[in-house]
């Protein structure tokens, strides 16, 4: 097992990751810009090494600053989190280079895996439904205005090197391609390095159901049930829960063995997921692979009562794993709401700024993961998202209750939060009916 381990990450996930190395009797090692030198993460970790400016691409993105980090603290292995070099196949072979554990897939794996258009070739050969769109990345408005027509509109024109709803526009007609083309190649190239696209068929009114994966260097692969992810604004999600009440127990098995069989085709290590859109006949298709812990990770350790992080670590020390199919169970309904600094009646702008007074909720069956503490100013520089608040309960409907309650409670003076948009959203009749799809923000709350 491993003695030390660098988080190459910041906030929520990485106070997340250090928690659970200290809980395993291991070191952990933060990485920090100049703007989070007073961040949580910096305070619990057993030693810090600050790697750059406040811009992410001069600290959290700068793979040789990690790197140099981890060898000089004498760190074992690094723990990406999710988001910056997560998923960046460069960075992982880097690490194998410097004889550092990525604690993650391999860097082949992530590459196969990482580019999207690649990716679905791959799941057809599985005989994996796939959503019907172009093969391989399209190059050209020219040639991407021939497949948008030959599949038929709407279109999903998406960044083919990364995920979390960047690079990713919609053209409802052959008027409006040409400039979502150039948008999303603009986005992606800004986000990922890379203004690779491809294209697929809107599926209209669909859930977007993942399911989470593991597996080790002895060919095991298991799956931890579902989580339904269908509260989106703009392609990002905002309330995730598990399990997706719509499913039944044979949809939840046919689409379980097929996770796990795209996960074994491809040779997968570690913790993963499977991105499935799920239509209102109940048929679903493969969208893409994270090959990452997924920020909405704690409902399924909430009903499955496993420790993803802590698996992640023992998979990357090569520990055969824990656990079979069998015994996974799932228990009860958990619900996440991520809890960001935004004003959601002025657009969702953010909100950065100070925290004069905060309260954080409490009680049997909820959790907070977060970063923020009393005090502590929030940067302008990165991600809104300041907590994620998770509620267990035997049903989805005391789920619901509990979640109301909590979010009652959660106060955060100084910076305006959307803490009162999600309980609105608890309140939604259509919501609450488990019937929503990833309309429903715009549908059924009135927002653009």
């Known amino acids: 097992m491993f003695t030390k381990v660098l988080i190459a990450n910041r906030g929520e996930i990485a106070v997340r990751v250090i928690r659970t190395l200290r809980e395993m009797g291991i070191a952990s090692v933060a990485v920090y810009s100049e703007a989070d030198k007073d961040s949580l993460h910096v305070q619990l970790a057993d030693e810090a090494v600050c790697i750059g400016p406040a811009k992410s691409k001069d600290s959290y993105l700068n793979s040789m600053n990690i790197l140099s980090a981890a060898l000089t603290t004498g760190a074992q292995a690094i723990h990406p989190g999710f988001g910056f070099l997560s998923e960046n ?10 004889n550092l554990t990525f604690i993650g897939p391999s860097w082949q794996t992530i590459n196969k895996m990482g580019d999207k258009s690649r990716a679905k070739e791959m799941m057809k050969a599985q005989k994996i439904p796939v959503i019907p769109g172009s093969d391989g990345i399209v190059k050209e408005i020219s040639e991407g205005h021939k497949i948008a027509n030959d599949i038929g509109y709407p279109v999903m024109i998406k960044a083919a090197a990364g995920g979390g709803g960047k690079g990713m526009r919609m053209a409802t007609s052959e008027k409006d391609f040409e400039n979502a083309f150039k948008n999303a190649a603009t986005e992606a190239k800004n986000a990922f390095g890379d203004d690779g696209l491809y294209i697929e068929k809107v599926i209209v009114n669909p859930k977007h159901v993942e399911v989470q994966l593991l597996a080790d260097k002895f060919g095991n692969v298991i799956h931890l049930g579902e989580r339904d992810c269908s509260v989106q604004r703009k392609n990002q999600k905002m309330v995730e829960e598990a399990p997706c009440i719509v499913i039944s127990d044979e949809l939840r098995e046919a689409i379980g063995n097929d996770a796990v069989a795209a996960a074994k085709a491809v040779g997968y290590e570690n913790a993963g997921t499977i991105e499935f859109l799920l239509d209102k006949d109940g048929n679903y298709y493969f969208m893409e692979m994270n090959t990452r812990i997924q920020v909405e990770h704690p409902v399924t350790e909430m009903v499955t009562g496993i420790d993803i992080v802590k698996q992640q670590v023992l998979i990357a ?17 958990a619900i996440e709401c991520r809890i960001n600094a935004e004003d959601a009646s002025n657009g969702f ?22 970063f923020l503490y009393q ?18 309960a035997t049903t989805r409907d005391e789920a619901i209750m509990k979640m109301k309650r909590a979010l009652g409670e959660f106060v955060v003076d100084g910076v305006i939060t959307n803490v009162d948009y999600h309980f609105q959203i608890m309140e939604n009749n259509v919501y609450k009916s488990g019937l929503y799809d990833t309309g429903f923000i715009e549908n059924s709350m009135g927002v653009d």
Do not use: T
């Open 317 to 333: 020390a090569g520990h055969k794993m824990q656990y079979a199919q069998a015994d996974v169970k799932i228990l009860g309904h």
């Open 375 to 392: 005090g502590y100013s929030v940067p302008p520089h990165y991600d809104s998202m300041l907590a994620k608040l998770i509620v267990y």
């Open 349 to 370: 702008r953010p909100s950065p700024g100070k925290i004069n007074s905060l309260h954080i909720p409490g009680g049997n069956g909820v959790r907070v993961d977060s």
């Open 89 to 98: 196949a460069k960075f992982a072979k880097m690490c194998e280079e410097c």
